[in-house]
Structures are given as C-alpha cells and as structure tokens.
C-alpha cells in the first residue's frame, strides 16, 4: 500500500504515541488491537469532558485502517464530539502516522466513529449535562 501523504490537522492532538516492538503483529506492523486501543481512549477524552463525567464505549460505529503503522512512527489522534443523544456522545477518531524522520512524511491511517454514554459513579446511564 503506497504512503498517500498528506498534513496534520490545523488543531492539537488528543493523543500522540510512538508504537514500540513489543507493539507488532507477526507480520511486523503494529497490531491493530493496539491502534483500536489508542483510538478508544483518544475519543473517550472529548466523551468525558462533553459528559463532564464518566463514560463508557457502547459502540464502535466504523474503523478503517487506511495504512499500517510502524515502530518508530509519531501517531497523533484527533477526537471531536460530533453528534450528542440524551445519554450517549458519538465522537470522530482521526489518526495520522509521521515517519522517515530523515525524509518526514505524513499519513493518514486510520479513521473511526465510536460512541460513548454518560454513566455515573455505579455505572449507570445518566443525561447529558446542558452546555452553557
């Protein structure tokens, strides 16, 4: 799969990592489960500060992985709310790899939609706060 190489956003980063070996599948790349991992907690952190609270994954609407990522990459996580219910936050998970420190690039990876509902201190559903 050829780089398709593109910017970061104009915008901070929720999240940023750099994978490490113990990070790869046996083919070499990191393992998915790890980016998935990453990618839950990136969108949690608008989830919960939308919820002004806890939150807990209900779904995981779409997941694309557009390119493998590797050790050594700068993987940055962009997380906005993009939709809110009365209970339930659905947030746009956006990931970019910056590589080949002698010759940068950077790529877009992979993109995802999850939602997260409001719980409080016993894990149970609970509304939105107004926003002001």
Known sequence: MPDTITELPDKQPILRVMPMPADVNPQGDVFGGWIMAQVDVAGAIPAMHRARGRVTTV????????????VGDVVSFYAEVVDTGRTS??????????????????????????????VNQHGEKQSLPNIE
């Open 59 to 70: 779904a995981v609407n779409s997941f694309l992985f557009k390119q493998p990522v590797s």
């Open 89 to 118: 936050i659905k947030v746009n998970v956006e990931v970019y790899a910056e590589r080949h420190p002698a010759h940068p690039i950077t790529v877009r990876v992979t993109e995802a939609v999850l939602t997260y509902v409001a």
